[in-house]
């Protein structure tokens, strides 16, 4: 396992020393790509600076929102398309093509509604990322074995009690597959959506350096959300291993 | 018929729940911004009388088509060295599987830098979106193959690339269709996207100028144009899927 993350390291590694080489000979522009190092000391800069603190917690802000909402509404929604089932066969041939359908557009419909700030980026974030939940949920409660179901049943377990001792601790791998690609939704969305229409957060100041040609905040705050989203991935790696490790006992 | 109609009738309710949803938040808007379902239509029928709307979905459709080609061709040829050789399967993965993760409009400006304005960087942002899960399926696919398949290749003495041609290719097909159909969807995102910022044509870019002028019914027409398309082709793909399953899951 160790083994397997430093060969993923190791690629990485060599990528940026190429790239690293490249920007120095000039084989590549300054004006396209600046060189890791700078990139890297830009961030320092940007992060010691305190003038895109603001937009870094509001982003960060965001997406923790959508994610909980996310995860806490899809879970309580796919817990009730399961148990309904004309609802169930209702939603489900929705659900199938929902990513299909590219949701930013309508981000402006949601300004109209919402207002502008915070509130419409989490909507439309939020409709991003509740489908993986619901659909994890739905998969999770599906795949409990039935030998569990009945054995609650045998021990007369109160439907309570079956729920929470039973029910989801068997779904609980399907869940978290859920929960991690709802918060990897949301960063895509909240940024997305601050990227395009919006005045404020870091999607917004990535777009603001480039159309100022300002490409060292620019290569530095990319560098930041790059290192965020690996390492809330990395996070979620070692948490599901585990989760893995302690249910094979 | 019985079986059709009790098949049909939940998702046409719930479509139907859907659209009385819509018409009352445009009862309850305020203002007048947002069109009822039968506006927004009348709208798109207008707007699909003009030759600009169809230059745009040509456009867009260019767009969309390269990058799906190029998504399928790389994504399935990566899948295919990483699902053959294990160790480098493993090394790679954890770095597409970040790199899916990543909301990649972050990377447009460099996208824009390295491809200047236009059909390239459009497609390139396409494949950016479509090239990793078709890669990962692949892989997927491969690495869940009956171990005899691999097993009878080795015994024939098969070359490489006549294991992937003769052996893995045809053995995974049903899952190439539903690595496609999700590439399928994320290259069109990808696309639109890409023209959000790097366009004067196609959809995506008559949606962003629409925005500007908070016109918010041709966004809505333009909209529902898309969804349309989207999931008519996913339910298309979708059938395509199961059926293939169906026959491989008989042999």
Redesign the interface.
Known sequence: MRH??L??I???AVCVAALQLACKTGLVKH???IAPTEMAASLWQILLGGAFTHAILLTLTNILLSAAISIVAGFGLGVVIHAVA??????E??L??Y????T??????FI??FGVGSAPIIAITVLLAIVAMITATLTGLDRIPGVLNKTATVLRLSPVKRALRVQLPAASPYLFAGARLSV?YS??G???SE???SGDGL?YA??Y??NNFDNRT?YGL?LL??IV??AV??SF?ALDRRLQARRRR | MRAVLSKLLPPLTMAAVFLVGWQLLHGLATSDEISSPLETLALLVRMMDTVRFWQDVAETGLAFVWALLLSMAFGILLGVVLGLSRPTGDAVEPILVAFYSLPKVTLYPLVLLAFGLGMSAKVAFGVMHGLVPITLLTRNAISQLKPVYLRSAQVMRLGRTQVALKIVLPAIFPELVAGTRIGFSLSLLGVLIGEMFASKRGLGFAAVSAMGLGDIKTILAIGVFLAAFAVAANSGMLMLERSLRHRSAAR
């Open positions: 397997r993350g060969a993923s190791g690629i990485v004006t396209i790509i004309f609802l169930r066969r209702g939603i041939p929705y199938a093509s990513y299909a359908v590219p930013f557009i309508f981000y402006p419909v109209v509604l990897a960063f895509i909240v940024i997305a990227f395009i229409l999607g990535i777009a350096a480039y620019m990319m959300i790059i989203v690996t991935n990395a790696d």
